[in-house]
């Protein structure tokens, strides 16, 4: 028995759900964050220039893209 | 002295770039100045360095675990860990492009404000009077900068111990050309002020 296989979820069939859900849990509060300290500074002072809300709107969207694609993944499995 | 001056579109200021500052009456916004895209863009290849290289790097750590564990979900979660890491360099170069944005130079008629965003927690914010503006330096070097017209700019101010500098500022020349300008618009216009009364 390798020493990885003593985990109970590394079975060699497959890894629960949960640990994948765990991981995106930790990865969207580490983004959640991220994102509060980028609005502080677009809001404070980047002060809603075109360009600034422009840059919000494509962080939202693409932060949106990924998260599904995780999410996903997640369901696919 | 007005915008039409200002050949470079870049260098033109944002019609809401007075949300950034205190304007006085009668103070206009002549230029916005920044560093030259070329800083941004050497960190975006930076970031799709850690794109590409882990990217390859999939398949065959998928594999590995799979050999290691005995197990068939190893290109699962390596897949997975990469979308979070995707995920993670999004993030991040937005932090990079709102360091870039925040780090500015605003010149208008009467004063220069120098915004200086070290990082994301690390603030400065100096203004000068354009009057007190005696020397004008721009430095360009490197083929880079040769090539793509960035260089340093870096204004003495009378009686100022504090440094009035940018480093990478895109068009340095037109910089100084309109600080130049201003700085002798204003004082001339002192002159006729004192001259009149």
């Known amino acids: 028995m390798s020493p990885l296989t003593m985990f109970s979820f590394a079975s060699p069939e497959t890894i629960p759900n949960k640990v994948y859900w765990a991981l995106f849990g930790i990865a969207i509060f580490a983004w959640a964050i ?43 499995l | 002295m007005n915008n039409h001056h200002i ?23 002549l230029l916005e100045a920044r560093r030259h895209m070329f800083v941004l863009y050497s960190r975006i290849t930076f970031l799709l360095m850690l794109l590409i290289v882990p990217l390859v790097f999939v398949p065959t750590t998928g594999t590995l675990i799979n050999k290691i564990t005995g197990a068939t979900y190893g290109m699962q979660i390596v897949s997975f860990l990469f979308i979070l890491w995707c995920l993670f360099l999004w993030v991040l170069f937005f932090f990079y492009w709102t360091d870039y944005y925040l780090d500015v130079w605003i010149i208008t008629n009467k ?5 200086d965003q070290q990082g994301i927690f690390r603030r400065e914010v100096s203004v000068t009077n354009l009057e007190r503006v005696q020397d004008v330096t721009v430095s360009v070097n490197g083929i880079f900068a040769t090539f793509l017209k960035f260089g340093d700019i870096h204004v003495q101010t009378a009686g100022s111990q504090m440094d009035f500098s940018i480093k990478n500022a895109s068009n340095p ?24 009364i």
């Open chain 1, 34 to 76: 991220a994102s509060s300290i980028l609005w502080f500074h677009w809001r404070t002072y980047g002060s809603n220039t075109k360009r600034i809300v422009r840059i919000r709107r494509v962080y939202l969207v693409g932060s949106l893209i990924i998260l599904s694609i995780a999410i996903g993944f997640i369901f696919l």
């Open chain 2, 7 to 29: 050949e470079d579109t870049k260098l033109q200021p944002d019609k809401n770039i007075r949300k950034l500052i205190n304007l006085e009456e009668g103070e206009q916004v």
């Open chain 2, 111 to 115: 004063r220069i404000f120098d915004i």
């Open chain 2, 173 to 196: 020349m037109i910089i100084k050309e309109t600080i130049m300008r201003a700085h002798e618009n204003l004082v001339n216009l002192r002159n006729h002020q004192t001259n009149t």
